[in-house]
């Protein structure tokens, strides 16, 4: 089969010719119909993840998937030989830049029956980022004000679409010509990061997810009411998110150092900062689909590259100016 490979990190990626992976026990295999692009892959790609994940090239890039499930190991119990399932992929098992793989069955979920193998494809990592960042993290509560930065971007459009249906109050920050669209997508106030300074605009929040990092996450602190929950995804990465990920000791030290600054701001403002690094999870996706077909959360899908473009669809997202997603056509 068909699969991108990073040979070597900065380099841009190489379709070869590889051998089909073997299926574990708890492993589908999956024939790969579509492939969501994230900047992730960009940046695995360029080996900024290299203390976090260290791939040893050449390994398949690539985290989305959506496609047909056409074997299953021995002990798989939640999907058969036919299904059309959805997923991101875990660490250390990537590769869906790719005509197939093999995942495990806890990372997939039953592909949402009211969207098309390019929607679903584009959906799993930014809608669990959402999911995780709101449900999980934050536990979003009814009249609780919420801050989404970015609502253009992949994350941006389900987190505000999550928000809404959480009950929340939701403002979100974008581009000008992204204003009126995103303002579509339920937001309550749409701010115009061009021409207008969120934080003269707005108080009293509980929660903002940051995708920014930098000053735009400094002034965020400074919009949370006492007690309230700044979530960085764009870093930096603190203690916490160390411990979780079972890294090695000298790298809580350095999570530490890197969200120093940021963590004394925020106990200096009386609010909290947490960094989320999302993470696979074939159950919360389950959950995601249910709202996807119950007309909850709809994806944005921007633009669609073939199976022999994926360097341009990295260039693409890596730009920064993405619509919602961009997502690989692998057939
Ligand atoms: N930690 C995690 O688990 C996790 C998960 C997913 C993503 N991430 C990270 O989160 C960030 C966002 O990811 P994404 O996939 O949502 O990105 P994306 O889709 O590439 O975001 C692009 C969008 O961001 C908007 N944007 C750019 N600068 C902005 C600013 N200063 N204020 C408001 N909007 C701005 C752009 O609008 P304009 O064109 O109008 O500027 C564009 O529509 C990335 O750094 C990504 O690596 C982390």
């Known amino acids: 089969m068909k699969a991108y490979l990073v040979q070597k990190y900065k380099r841009q990626i190489e379709a070869v010719e590889i051998a089909d992976p073997p299926v574990g026990d708890h492993d589908v295999r999956v024939k790969i ?8 892959d960009v940046k695995i790609r360029d080996g900024v993840f290299k203390p976090l994940l260290p791939y040893k090239t050449p390994f398949a890039l690539g985290h989305d998937l959506a496609g047909v499930v056409t074997e299953v190991g021995s002990a798989v119990t939640r999907f058969k030989v036919g299904d059309e399932v959805y997923g991101r992929v875990r660490d250390h098992r990537i590769g869906t830049f790719a005509q197939s793989i093999a995942a495990h069955e806890d990372d997939l979920a039953t592909k949402p ?6 929607e679903a494809g584009a959906a799993p990592l930014v809608a669990l980022t959402a999911w995780q960042a709101l449900v999980e993290l934050a536990d ?5 004000k919420v801050l989404i930065h970015a609502g253009s971007g992949g994350v941006g459009t389900y987190a505000i679409q999550l928000a809404k249906h959480l009950g929340a109050t939701v403002a979100t920050t974008t581009g000008t010509s992204n204003v009126e669209w995103v303002g579509d997508l339920g937001a309550d ?7 207008q300074d969120f934080e003269a605009l707005l108080s009293d929040y509980d929660i903002v997810v940051d ?3 930098g000053d ?3 002034k965020s602190l400074r919009v949370l009411k006492p007690g309230g929950l700044a979530i960085g995804i764009a870093g930096p990465p603190d203690r916490e998110f160390a411990r ?4 090695a000791r000298p790298l809580h030290l350095l999570m530490s150092v890197l969200s120093f600054k940021i963590r004394r701001a925020a106990r200096r403002q009386g609010v909290r900062y947490s960094f989320l690094f999302m993470r696979a999870s074939g ?3 389950e959950e995601i689909t249910k709202l996807i077909d119950a007309g909850v959360l709809r994806p944005i899908v921007e633009r669609t590259y073939p199976f022999a473009d994926v360097a341009l669809a990295l260039d693409h997202v890596e730009g920064g100016r993405a619509k919602g997603k961009v997502v690989i056509e692998m057939n």
Do not use: E, W
């Open 244 to 247: 979780r990920q079972s890294l």
């Open 140 to 144: 979003v509560q009814p009249g609780d």
């Open 189 to 195: 106030l749409v701010i115009d990061y061009r021409r």
């Open 113 to 118: 029956t009211s969207l098309s193998m390019l």
């Open 283 to 285: 159950a919360h996706l």
């Open 216 to 218: 735009t996450l400094a």
């Open 211 to 213: 995708s920014q990092s």
């Open 33 to 40: 119909d579509a492939a969501g692009v994230n900047l992730l």
